[in-house]
């Protein structure tokens, strides 16, 4: 799911921008187990990325210690997407949850 509004510009980049960084997290961790993946968008540089996934660890360790790391390489992913098109910075913000019953994470149990 993805929430923003933009103009006719950049609404093409931003769809794209946003199945990357989906595609990327799905790759990379394939062992998180996402169940739901939200984008949304304050300004053209402010995401806000609210991740449902069943397997935490995986994202942010055992005591947060990877969550730093987790958003530093989302930042890097956005950076080489756009290929240092916006110098400006960017901001990601992360909100993540445990997701234990979902059709996704039952359909992945079963098969």
């Given amino acids: 799911l993805s929430q923003w509004y933009a103009s006719k510009k950049y609404y093409s980049q931003y769809v794209l921008e946003d199945n990357f960084i989906r595609t990327i997290l799905l790759k990379k961790y394939k062992r998180a187990n996402f169940s739901k993946i939200h984008i949304s968008r304050k300004t053209d540089n402010h995401f806000e990325i609210v991740i449902h ?8 360790g055992t ?22 098109e916006w110098n400006s910075k960017l901001k990601v913000v992360l909100h993540i949850f445990r ?5 996704s994470s039952i359909a992945d149990f079963i098969v």
């Fill in 53 to 60: 996934a069943q397997n935490l660890g995986i994202l942010i």
């Fill in 99 to 103: 997701c234990k019953t979902s059709a």
């Fill in 63 to 84: 005591k947060s210690e990877k969550l730093k790391l987790f958003q530093k390489q989302i930042k890097e992913f956005i950076f080489h997407y756009r290929q240092s």
